[in-house]
């Protein structure tokens, strides 16, 4: 019987050591997910974010990332979670400064930013470089920011070669011009403006007559289309269209506005075919398509309006949450595998805008529904395994012994 005894008790210390080994783990927050998705695209080197594709370093990556760091208030820590000055040196390399006249494309790109090195330059990644520019200026106190600089004379050439004949602004120089690259062309004369007061920026605006005819030409009823040739609005258009016409005017002085406050607002989805959709915002009349970047220009626009207040903002929120990805950042439609950092810095600018928490309390209390919560078998786990094996196999034989 002492046998028994023995293997007994060696059982039940199996048994705790079991218990021991099994390890309760919390699910993670939709912040540790898209925190930890941040701080992998990071290249400390070159100083900026890539997608996971290539893990070549790109200005809307970089923005992205960066827009979401100040929105959760993280680059206003000192030390910053990256090298500030270094991010305002990989901007400053993608701007590109060769221009000839021999060379077509030289011509077209010359004074705007590039998606990547010797990559692409259109108005949407130079609008998002300016972005980019403005939040690592505003750190003012860090070392080393204050001392390097774009090239400002060469982006105002760029602006005025995507300027077309009739007043609107133009994705590439000699395109056909719409709403969205006039909005983010006049945007960034008004960044230029507020950073460089001594400039007169706006005095390279070629003809602000024609531009003002032009974006007028765009409004379609209360709503306006991507450019005078389109057939349908769309809330995309209709939200650049007011924010373009905003940097002239008073906003709330812009004709038709309320009834255009209205439009935008009967877009917002309340009772889609999927749950995962309510929300969020529609392009078009009846379009039923809500994403999230749709969703991003109604809710800016709206803001700026002041017409937010009028916004389902539990249901829009619960839209923002449910377009986060699988890999932790955020994608334009719910569901993803994988998303952007673009989407995921603008989706910590909208949390911002509806919520007084604030995104980073809202992430930090919401669980990433990815990310699965139990517990967690670690080594010892197999080792006392085979030792509970044994023990049971003696247990047995010493009882029959006995």
């Given amino acids: 019987m002492k046998r028994v005894k023995i293997i007994t008790i060696a059982f039940a210390f199996v048994l705790v050591l079991i218990a021991a080994s099994a390890q309760p783990v919390a699910a993670a927050s939709r912040a540790d997910t898209l925190n930890s998705y941040i701080s992998g695209r990071y290249d400390a080197q070159r100083g900026g974010y890539s997608p996971p594709s290539d893990n070549v370093v790109r200005v809307d990556a970089t923005y992205g990332a960066v827009l979401a760091l100040n929105e959760l208030k993280s680059l206003d820590a000192r030390p910053p979670p990256i090298n500030l000055t270094k991010a305002l040196d990989s901007l400053i390399v993608r701007q590109w400064l060769t221009d000839s006249q021999e060379n077509e494309l030289d011509r077209k790109r010359y004074g705007g930013f590039s998606e990547y090195l010797v990559g692409p330059v259109t108005m949407e990644m130079t609008f998002m470089g300016m ?124 004709p038709g506005i309320q009834d255009t406050n209205e439009w935008i607002l009967e877009r917002q989805l309340l009772s889609p075919e999927s749950n995962d959709f309510i929300g969020g915002f529609e392009e078009g009349n009846g379009t039923e398509d809500a994403n999230f970047a749709t969703t991003y220009y109604a809710l800016n626009v709206l803001e700026q309006t002041g017409a937010i207040s009028s916004v389902n903002k539990t249901a829009v929120i619960d839209f923002i949450l449910n377009c986060q990805a699988v890999d932790g950042s955020w994608g334009n439609i719910p569901g993803m595998e994988e998303g952007t950092l673009v989407h995921s810095g603008q989706a910590c600018e909208l949390l911002n805008i509806l919520d007084s928490d604030g995104a980073a309390v809202i992430l930090a209390s919401s669980q990433d529904p990815n990310t699965p919560s139990g517990f967690y078998m670690d080594w010892r786990f197999f080792v006392v395994g085979g030792i509970l094996l044994v023990a049971l196999v003696l247990a047995i034989v010493s009882i029959r012994m006995d």
């Avoid at 080393?144 to 590439?172: C, E, H, M, P």
């Fill in 131 to 254: 972005k980019l520019h403005q939040l690592l200026k505003a750190q003012s106190d860090y070392p080393g920011i204050n001392t390097k600089d774009i090239n400002v004379t060469a982006l105002l050439v760029y602006l005025n070669r995507t300027q077309s004949t009739n007043g609107g602004f133009s994705s590439i120089p000699d395109n056909d011009p719409d709403i969205i690259s006039t909005y983010q062309a006049l945007a960034i004369f008004e960044m230029l403006d507020d950073t460089y007061t001594t400039m007169n920026v706006w005095d390279r605006l070629l003809n602000e007559t024609a531009t003002l005819e032009w974006i007028n030409n765009c409004r379609k009823g209360d709503a306006f289309m991507l450019s005078p040739e389109a057939f349908t609005p769309s809330v995309t258009a209709t939200a650049a269209g007011i924010m373009a016409l905003s940097i002239f005017q008073q906003v709330l002085t812009i």
